[in-house]
């Protein structure tokens, strides 16, 4: 069972354009949601996260949107540039204490185009 | 900033062999860590996850005896695939918690190649 569904697998942007991934999740005693980009050969890296007590929260150019009532949250990439063509991945986890794994979405390749 | 540094970042070892991977928290103490596998255009899956002083917590579905995982420190948990085959090729990649500031934190993934 997909506790995390992300959509889409694949996107492709414009520089300059305007990137949005989103994911939905089922378990409601998730309570920490991180964005991670992943390039090829490498490890995830952390972009941005997010808590429930929140409905936005922005960084730079990236900013996730958070709907508590439609279990559902964003990541928005803005003035997308090249360097940002990498694998993004949604998760969740019920603890943001470290004790409990990661459930992470399917991913997002994204590529951006000049 | 808090680090989690893996090794080897790629290995190739023979059919029947063992290899080990190390993960090591720098700069920061990890009571937990956990192990991902990551097959080519996949997500991570978790395979386990590792407990300072403890017995690991197996993911359903993985072996335990060929997988195996010792936390024996606060900054080292170590996986050791045993009598590994050309199906157990793919990308390992290990993480730990060093706090709210920094969030999950990924070490940078060892790539095993079974011939």
């Known amino acids: 069972q997909q506790q995390v569904k992300q959509s889409p697998q694949s996107l492709i942007v414009q520089k300059g354009g305007i990137s949005i991934i989103n994911c939905a999740y089922e378990n409601t005693a998730f309570d920490y949601f991180p964005w991670y980009q992943q390039f090829p050969g490498k490890g995830p890296a952390l972009l941005i996260a997010?808590?429930?007590?929140?409905s936005e929260k922005k960084e730079g150019r990236f900013t996730i949107s958070f709907n508590k009532s439609a279990k559902q949250f964003s990541l928005h990439i803005m003035d997308s540039q090249p360097g940002d063509s990498a694998t993004y991945f949604c998760a969740a986890t019920p603890g943001g204490a470290g004790s409990y794994q990661l459930t992470f979405g399917k991913g997002t390749k994204l590529s951006v185009i000049p | 900033g808090a680090v989690v540094s893996q090794h080897p970042s790629w290995v190739i070892c023979k059919s029947g062999t063992s290899v080990k991977i190390e993960c090591r928290s720098l700069d920061f103490q990890a009571t937990t860590m956990f192990w991902y596998r990551q097959f080519p255009k996949q997500s991570l899956m978790l395979m386990a996850t590792?407990?300072?002083?403890?017995?690991?917590?197996?993911e359903q579905g993985v072996e335990k005896d060929k997988f195996l995982i010792n936390h024996a420190s606060l900054t080292l948990s170590t996986l050791t695939v045993t009598s590994a085959h050309p199906e157990d090729s793919s990308f390992y990649i290990c993480s730990a918690w060093p706090g709210d500031n920094y969030g999950y934190t990924f070490g940078s993934g060892t790539r095993l190649t079974v011939v």
């Open positions: 590792s407990n300072e002083g403890s017995k690991a917590t197996y």
């Open positions: 997010i808590r429930p007590d929140v």
